[in-house]
């Protein structure tokens, strides 16, 4: 239980457009979506933090415009990254804290951006 | 703040052997959760185990264990019989109680380990 599907695993987008990613809570409600950034062979940088049907919440130099965030719905959390840039190219992760159970979060599996 | 330390950046063990993680953190919070998660190269991240600080017995999950000192503020993994499929990246991480939903994770930096046949 708690699975959260994220898609695409991998997207190659051309500088200047945007990419939107997807996190989908499957058989749970999730109210809270984390959204991360990971560097290959660092740890996660929180991103944002989105609540359902209000703004999220961003970490201090993280781009609110570039990083666009939309948690309409308790089963859906889109981020899109707008105007990409090579160095936006990362792999994100986002995450969903789980009801009702104490201390517990579900992960997406993840989206390899490649800006070129 | 909370801050969680992480000061081995790879290990390596032997097939079948034993192997210890570290961790240590910071925090002025009595009550809070620790995990430990795992990174494999599909980088899909995976609980490893969990402990909560308000109990004093050490979590187990099969081959896995941990060693929670809450004075020293130390929560060290322990993988036992170390098998090719443990080679990861693993990273501690602590969460306080309440603060509803929104409470984030602090991570460490993480420790790659890598398993030798």
Redesign the interface.
Known sequence: GAVVSQHPSWVICKSGTSVKIECRSLDFQATTMFWYRQFPKQSLMLMATSNEGSKATYEQGVEKDKFLINHASLTLSTLTVTSAHPEDSSFYICSARIQGAPGGYTFGSGTRLTVV | AQTVTQSQPEMSVQEAETVTLSCTYDTSESDY?L?WYKQPP????I?VI?Q?AYKQQNATENRFSVNFQKAAKSFSLKISDSQLGDAA?Y?CAY?G?GA??????I????T?LAVNP
């Open positions: 959760y995990f599909s980088r899909q991240m609980l969990r909560e990246m990273f969460n109680y509803g939903n929104n409470r984030k994770l991570w460490g930096l993480g790659s």
